[in-house]
């Protein structure tokens, strides 16, 4: 089962640090141009990057103040709700309204280095996703990573346990430890669902690193961010991972660390790269997956609790795509699953 992103929903757009200000960046989500941008005070905007006049994309033009204006015939924008606000070329005692033209606007939000963009129709029902961390907090790692395949298959390596000691083989992870039976807890949430709180699984020098007696709880939530919350009494380490669709048949992974403690601060360009070289694996994985499900039918196999989440997360979708953001309501219940790993 592999359907259109779902809609109705906050996805992340970018980092808040990929748009400065008075810039413009594009980037292709849901198959739709969109311009990343933001004011010169400051604001982040997100608008259709394709000019109403003449489809010039708006990211290759300018910024002035709250204005957007197109590179080809200069019309000019508000970034705050896409109306035209003037049409250089006509003449000054033209009586046309320009304000009646509008270029789409997609409502974003900005918290903790991020921009999450609304994808569905009309304004947000509700906020932007909340990652569980004070608003100081940024990102101290961040990999990106654009793999090709159905949407729902990257999202399904989100929640899929059973991948995770065959394809991220890392020597710091928990390389050369035999798998042992795992039994975890798991409840639905608002929009998903949690590994309730529990002791990391102690062969994994990361976790080790950390120190202390650290607690994590591995969150997923729809449509597709999975948050990591590590804590001990004194340290917090969160890894976040979403994905956007992009281009069509492609997915923007973007996997971001989070930590309040100066230790790991010392070991910044080591966790950049070993983050980077988890995420690609997935990447990699994805692709090579992708070679055969764009040229057969494939009708996947779900076997054993390894494979509860992935349906879980099909669950999760058919309910959102049947019933909208206003009436969805979450149809998991609590349950145990046993695995190996
Ligand atoms: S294409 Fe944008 S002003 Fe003409
Ligand atoms: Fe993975």
Redesign the pocket.
């Known amino acids: 089962m592999t359907g259109a992103a779902l809609q109705g929903l906050w996805y992340l757009a970018g980092l808040s640090r990929e748009v400065k200000p008075g810039a413009m960046v594009r980037r292709i989500l849901f198959g739709e141009p969109v311009v990343l941008g933001r004011t010169g005070a400051g604001a982040p905007f997100a608008l259709r990057d394709v ?6 994309p ?1 990211s290759a ?1 300018r910024v002035s103040g709250e204005a957007v204006t ?6 000019s924008f508000s970034a705050a709700d896409g109306r035209c606000l003037s ?1 250089p070329a006509l003449p000054s005692d033209d009586a046309r309204d320009p304000s009646t033209i509008r270029v789409a606007r997609y409502a974003l939000a900005e918290a903790n280095g991020l921009l999450w963009i609304w994808y569905g129709a009309g304004e947000p029902l509700f906020a932007a996703p909340d990652i569980g961390l004070p608003p100081s907090f940024r990102p101290k790692t961040a990999t990106v990573v654009e793999t090709s395949g159905p949407f729902d298959e990257a999202v399904v390596g989100l929640v899929d346990p059973a991948h995770t000691p065959v394809v991220h083989k890392q020597w710091w992870w928990r390389e050369g430890r035999p798998r042992a039976d795992k039994t975890k807890a798991f409840a639905p949430t608002a929009l998903g669902f949690k590994m309730t709180a529990h002791a990391p699984s102690s062969n994994s020098l990361i976790y080790k690193a950390i120190g202390g007696a650290p607690v994590t709880e591995i969150e997923f939530r729809l449509p597709a961010l999975r948050l990591e919350h590590i804590s001990t009494a004194t340290r917090r380490v969160l890894a976040l991972t979403a994905m956007t669709p992009g281009e069509a048949g492609t997915t923007r992974i973007v996997h971001l660390n989070y930590w309040d403690f100066a230790l790991f601060d010392a070991l910044l360009p080591f966790a950049q790269g070993m983050a980077d070289s988890f995420l690609k694996q997935d990447g990699d994985i994805l692709r090579l997956q992708n070679e055969n499900l764009s040229r057969t039918r494939h009708r996947a196999l779900y076997l054993g609790d390894a494979d509860e989440p992935a349906k879980w997360y099909f669950a999760l979708n058919k309910a959102w795509s049947e019933k909208g953001e206003a009436e969805f309501v979450n149809p998991l219940a609590p349950a145990t699953l046993r695995w190996r790993t």
């Open positions: 000019c109403p006049h003449r489809a010039a708006l033009g197109c590179p080809y015939h200069a019309w049409v």
